[in-house]
């Protein structure tokens, strides 16, 4: 089985900045990308940031294009959501998802609160 494992998530003003980070393990061979996604309330579930794990192709959704890092490191078995100049619509659970070909795992989720 895979495990994904987020932390970093907290309470910011707006204008701050928050790093999620997310450690895979188990069966992670075969991922082909690795991501963020994130539920705020009331709302359905977006994709936030992704990246392929060869070549490293990255996207962001509009809402966080300039504002958003997504990184891994080399092995390949952590990445890391840098996110600057926070909103109060950033709030809510962010998720770490790992993809395979066949199935897409998610970690148990990361609350993050900008407030006013």
């Known amino acids: 089985q895979v495990r994904l494992v987020e932390s970093g998530g907290g309470t910011v003003q707006a204008g701050g900045s928050l790093r999620l980070s997310c450690a895979a393990s188990?069966?992670?061979?075969?991922?082909?990308?690795m991501g963020w996604y994130r539920q705020a309330p009331g709302k359905q579930r977006e994709s936030v940031a992704t990246i392929m794990l060869s070549g490293s192709t990255i996207n962001y959704a509009d809402s966080v294009k300039g504002r958003f890092t997504i990184s891994r490191d080399n092995a390949k078995t952590q990445i890391y959501l840098q996110m600057n100049s926070l909103k109060i619509d950033d709030t809510g659970v962010y998720y770490c998802t790992l993809r395979k070909s066949t199935n897409t795992y998610w970690g148990q989720g990361a609350q993050v609160t900008v407030s006013s």
């Open positions: 188990g069966f992670i061979s075969g991922a082909i990308a």
